[in-house]
T-cell receptor, first 115, second 110 residues
Framework: DAGVIQSPRHEVTEMGQEVTLRCKPI?????LFWYRQTMMRGLELLIY????????DSGMPEDRFSAKMPNASFSTLKIQPSEPRDSAVYFC?????????????FGPGTRLTVL | EDQVTQSPEALRLQEGESSSLNCSYT??????LFWYRQDPGKGPEFLFT???AGEEKEKERLKATLTKKESFLHITAPKPEDSATYLC???????????FGQGTILTVHP
């Protein structure tokens, strides 16, 4: 069974460009989470969805960040315009049912470098 | 504000040398405490969930325990393949938000 799939695995872009990160959760999971990991701040939750609906986006750093989940098998995280301080590893995770406190399964991450 | 603090930041062990990692937390209403393992260049991998003080869980050489203020991850007779960053996280509400600690980097030398 495939785990969480993220693409691209690496992204190098220039400041001001638009960046789109993609995630396919584990089939049957109904919750999806976007995290950002940096050396300084560790692993931080950006936003999460339950049944395709955004529940908490309080971790989204600013309006340059947006996330969508058009269906149960796909989500995107977009940064427009990108800045060098956005450089980080972005993880997507999914779980079966939020209220049951089930464990979250993480994807391999997208390493983003903004020059 | 929910806080999770892990110690030590880094731990170097010889193969077979048992030790413990600590995760202390200050939260209002703990729902669950999670331990994850992260290898370089990979996403965190789930290890354990603990829900109440006094609970213990084991998996191979790892054993996690929970009190009202902290959790320990005990590593018995570690092997080099146990080298990784170990993360703990807390869940304090009825939905899925996890707050992670900074992690402990464990290195086990043969």
């Amino acid at each position: 069974d495939a785990g969480v799939i993220q693409s691209p695995r690496h992204e190098v872009t220039e400041m001001g460009q638009e960046v789109t990160l993609r995630c396919k959760p584990i089939s049957g999971h109904n919750s999806l989470f976007w995290y950002r990991q940096t050396m300084m701040r560790g692993l931080e939750l950006l936003i999460y969805f339950n049944n395709n609906v955004p529940i908490d986006d309080s971790g989204m750093p600013e309006d340059r960040f947006s996330a969508k989940m058009p269906n149960a098998s796909f989500s995107t995280l977009k940064i427009q315009p990108s800045e060098p301080r956005d450089s980080a590893v972005y993880f997507c995770a999914s779980s079966l049912e939020v209220r049951s406190y089930n464990e979250q399964f993480f994807g391999p991450g997208t390493r983003l470098t903004v020059l | 504000e929910d806080q999770v603090t892990q110690s030590p930041e880094a731990l170097r062990l010889q193969e077979g040398e048992s030790s413990s990692l600590n995760c202390s937390y200050t939260v209002s209403g703990l729902r669950g405490l999670f331990w994850y393992r992260q290898d370089p260049g990979k996403g965190p991998e789930f290890l354990f969930t603990l829900y109440s003080a006094g609970e213990e869980k084991e998996k191979e050489r790892l054993k996690a325990t929970l009190t009202k203020k902290e959790s320990f991850l005990h590593i018995t007779a570690p092997k080099p393949e146990d080298s990784a960053t170990y993360l703990c996280a807390v869940q304090v509400r009825s939905y899925g938000k996890l707050t992670f600690g900074q992690g402990t980097i464990l290195t086990v030398h043969p």
